[in-house]
């Protein structure tokens, strides 16, 4: 079955472009010009993923992928005009799995939206058979791709969450560069001042309850990258 997209954007000449050169890649498409009709379109269509612009009438991009993060696991690419570091890391710790500023060359795009694809299908492509890993009271279930902590409490997890989480956790007391995790995140090389994997560490962080000051379980290793300090269990 084609995979099916919905495309947030209230410029119709972006909206068309899209739908002519991502259907001609056999995806099915769907568009939206405002977070009203999006949400009327989630149920509707039912995608497997969402392009979403930042700057929309009515609520924003960075409110709509919030929202429905929080309720949510549908992978989010986010799309807009201002392209600064700043909109970036806000987009990321809103939720979103990649992010791509205007404008945009047509085939990074459809590289971008492969990949967030092919990760939200294989989550655990490179790891072991295992059907949960468990560290420190979490269980990591690679599956649901979610975390449940020590009380049965789900924790639901974006993509990019997932994926960074289950190569610390899969590889513990093992230090990855932020290259390397960015590699697992995104597909591509981390520029000099990408903060990307910084971010999806302090999301996670939050996640775990790890005190951001004094680290327990996710460690920053000075001038090298990050390590999980645990010991885990696999359940197949």
Same mark, same amino acid.
């Given at each position: 079955?084609?995979?099916?997209?919905?495309?947030? $954007?209230?410029?119709? !000449?972006?909206?068309?472009?899209?739908?002519? /050169?991502?259907? %001609?890649?056999? /995806?099915?498409? @769907?568009? &939206? @010009?405002?977070?009203?009709?999006?949400?009327?379109?989630?149920?509707?269509?039912?995608?497997?993923?969402?392009?979403?612009?930042?700057?929309?009438?009515? !609520?924003?991009?960075?409110?709509? +992928?919030?929202?429905?993060?929080?309720?949510?696991?549908?992978?989010?690419?986010?799309?807009?005009?201002?392209?600064?570091?700043?909109?970036?890391?806000?987009?990321?710790?809103?939720?979103?799995?990649?992010?791509?500023?205007?404008?945009?060359?047509?085939?990074?795009?459809?590289? %971008?939206?492969?990949?967030?694809?092919?990760?939200?299908?294989?989550?655990?492509?490179?790891?072991?058979?295992?059907?949960?890993?468990?560290?420190?009271?979490?269980?990591?279930?690679?599956?649901?791709?979610?975390?449940?902590?020590?009380?049965?409490?789900?924790? &639901?997890?974006?993509?990019? !969450?997932?994926?960074?989480?289950?190569?610390?956790?899969?590889?513990?007391? +093992?230090?990855?560069?932020?290259?390397?995790?960015?590699?697992?995140?995104?597909?591509?090389?981390?520029?000099?001042?990408?903060?990307?994997?910084?971010?999806?560490?302090?999301?996670?962080? %939050?996640?775990?309850? $790890?005190?951001?000051?004094?680290?327990?379980?996710?460690?920053?290793?000075?001038? !090298?990258? /990050?390590?999980?300090?645990?010991?885990?269990?696999?359940?197949?």
């Amino acid at each position: 079955m084609d995979k099916k997209i919905l495309v947030v $954007d209230d410029d119709p !000449e972006l909206t068309q472009l899209l739908e002519d /050169y991502l259907g %001609r890649q056999g /995806y099915q498409l @769907a568009t &939206a @010009a405002d977070g009203v009709a999006m949400q009327a379109l989630l149920e509707r269509f039912q995608p497997d993923l969402l392009i979403l612009d930042l700057m929309l009438p009515g !609520e924003d991009g960075l409110t709509l +992928c919030r929202n429905l993060r929080a309720r949510s696991r549908l992978p989010i690419l986010m799309l807009t005009a201002r392209g600064d570091d700043m909109d970036r890391i806000i987009g990321l710790e809103m939720g979103a799995d990649d992010y791509l500023p205007k404008p945009f060359n047509p085939r990074e795009l459809l590289a %971008r939206v492969r990949s967030i694809l092919r990760r939200a299908e294989n989550p655990g492509a490179q790891a072991l058979p295992a059907r949960a890993l468990h560290f420190a009271g979490w269980t990591l279930d690679l599956a649901a791709r979610h975390l449940i902590d020590a009380d049965g409490i789900v924790v &639901a997890l974006s993509t990019g !969450e997932f994926r960074v989480l289950h190569l610390l956790v899969d590889t513990p007391n +093992c230090v990855f560069s932020r290259d390397q995790l960015m590699d697992a995140l995104a597909g591509r090389e981390a520029g000099p001042t990408d903060r990307t994997i910084d971010v999806m560490i302090s999301r996670l962080r %939050r996640r775990l309850n $790890d005190d951001a000051r004094d680290p327990a379980l996710i460690k920053t290793v000075r001038s !090298e990258g /990050y390590m999980l300090a645990a010991k885990v269990e696999r359940q197949t």
